[in-house]
């Protein structure tokens, strides 16, 4: 029994910090964020509702400076301040927030978003019971070995996610009427809407798939759906 009490102490650690994740990131989304109430994304947004046979898809605004979108465990669908001010600005078009908008609609429908904050508890609890264990054999460096190999499970899931959300996200996008081209336009702008600098990665493109990777996901999708 007791070479199974790090396991079992790492699983009862996952499930208590899934519950206090959740708890934790809604009362900051409840904080910092007001419903979106923008005349010309509304009409985006319905467009979208209508394909999905939805009533209206509500988006709240994030208030936060960094360019992001998120879809919260409950379901909603947010976008940072950032981002909107990018829109207000002239920087990106309203065809392209829409596509932001679709492809956070993706993690919530295929259910990335509630699957990500238990992951994030699985990862801790994995990368504690591996350092003990590894510990044990490699002093010293197998907390080190045992961070690195969960972190790279991490990334691998998060960027599978992201091409299924894109996925998603274009025929939705392709359903509503408004097309594939502002979701590939939106990833030409990435790196200089994030602030990206030479040799330098933001922290939210390091999960993510390289833009011109994304891109062609989206053109192999494109020729496929007109060969149909």
């Known amino acids: ?6 396991i079992l102490l790492a699983i009862l650690y996952a499930l208590a910090m899934y519950r ?3 708890w934790r990131t809604n009362r900051e989304l409840d904080a ?3 419903e979106l109430a923008d005349p010309g994304l509304k009409a985006l947004t319905d467009r979208l509702a209508a394909a999905l046979d939805l009533h209206r898809i509500p988006v709240y605004i994030y208030e936060i400076d960094p360019v992001n979108g998120l879809a919260a465990p409950d379901g909603r669908i947010f976008i940072t301040r950032g981002f909107y001010r990018k829109y207000k600005n002239g920087e990106i078009t ?6 932001v908008i679709a492809h956070e609609m993706g993690h919530v429908a295929l259910g990335h978003s509630r699957r990500r904050m238990i992951d994030f508890s699985g990862q801790n609890a994995m990368r504690t019971a591996l350092a003990i264990i590894l510990s044990r054999f490699i002093p010293f460096i197998g907390a080190w070995i045992a961070g690195g190999l969960t972190s790279l499970l991490a990334a691998r899931l998060s960027r599978s996610d ?11 996008l392709t359903k509503a009427g408004i097309g594939i081209g502002p979701q590939k336009s939106l ?23 390289k833009t011109h990777e994304r891109i062609a996901a989206l053109e192999v999708l494109e020729t496929r759906w007109d060969q149909a």
């Open 94 to 99: 309203g065809p392209e927030m829409a596509s």
């Open 162 to 172: 992201e091409y299924e959300a894109d996925e998603y996200a274009a025929a939705l």
């Open 20 to 22: 206090f994740s959740v």
């Open 1 to 6: 029994m007791i070479r199974f009490t790090p």
């Open 187 to 209: 990833f030409h702008k990435l790196e200089e809407l994030t602030g990206q600098r030479a040799g330098v990665t933001p922290a939210w493109l390091m999960s993510h798939p």
């Open 32 to 34: 910092r964020s007001t």
